[in-house]
């Protein structure tokens, strides 16, 4: 069963940056689009950024400029570097994986999800 855990969340305060790491096992990595959503308290899950198994990248356009998407194969690893956080940033996140682009069309596997807390 494919599995992808996330880590590098945790309590921030605003203008402070994260690392958010995704682990995949159980698939060809290499092979799949991954991407990153987020939910916050209340609200429906959103698309935050993607990236392509051949390197393209995708942001939501309330992001863009504040994070980046990165992966590395050898690792079967994803990474959302996250800056300049703000208080609306606080959200669980998602690792996603699919083999359809753009993925946040079409998720196959989800993540557990990892808490961003960012104080004021």
């Known amino acids: 069963q494919v599995r992808l855990v996330e880590s590098g969340g945790g309590l921030v305060q605003a203008g402070g940056s994260l690392r958010l790491s995704c682990a995949a096992s159980?698939?060809?990595?290499?092979?799949?689009?991954m991407g990153w959503f987020r939910q916050a308290s209340g609200k429906e899950r959103e698309f935050v950024s993607a990236?392509?198994?051949?390197?393209?990248?995708d942001y939501a356009d309330s992001v863009k400029g504040l994070v980046t998407i990165s992966r590395v194969n050898a690792k079967n690893t994803v990474y959302l570097q996250m800056n300049n956080l703000k208080p609306e940033d606080t959200a669980v996140y998602y690792c996603?994986?699919?083999?359809?682009?753009?993925?946040?069309?079409?998720?196959?596997?989800w993540g557990q999800g990892t808490q961003v807390t960012v104080s004021s």
């Open positions: 990236i392509s198994w051949s390197g393209n990248s």
């Open positions: 159980r698939l060809t990595f290499s092979n799949y689009n």
């Open positions: 996603a994986a699919g083999l359809v682009w753009p993925i946040k069309n079409y998720v196959q596997y």
